[in-house]
């Protein structure tokens, strides 16, 4: 005999927001954000690392990364590793900009 049970929602009398907050980071998020904290304590290269630990491109790695190092609740996280990880980003910006228009640093 089917209630119907089955077909109510599991985040009944929640709204959207409230299952899945958006102030909160995912594991996976946490585990980068961790990687990024210690990775040179893997041996090897940090591209194969980041293969073995993730199953992800290191460029798709660096894609979420970046994303990832924009979201508030990153800094919360960790803010120290956030803010050095943007600080070494905008470096690489501006290296990349003066190197375009000629510049020598």
Not at 23 to 44: H, M, N, P, T, V
Not at 47 to 68: G, H, P, V
Request: hydrophobic share 40%.
């Amino acid at each position: 005999m089917n209630d119907g049970s089955a077909l109510e929602p599991v985040t009944e009398g929640l709204e959207a927001d409230e299952a899945f907050p958006a102030d909160l980071l995912s594991e996976r998020d946490r585990q980068i954000l961790a990687f990024e904290r210690q990775w040179w304590k893997y041996a090897g290269a940090k591209e194969q690392a980041i293969r073995e630990l993730f199953d992800m491109s290191a460029t798709r790695y660096y894609q979420l990364l970046n994303i990832l190092i924009d979201r508030p609740e990153a800094l919360e996280h960790d803010p120290m590793l956030v803010k050095r990880l943007r600080r070494m980003r905008s470096q690489r910006q501006r290296q990349r900009a003066a190197r375009r228009l000629g510049i020598r640093p």
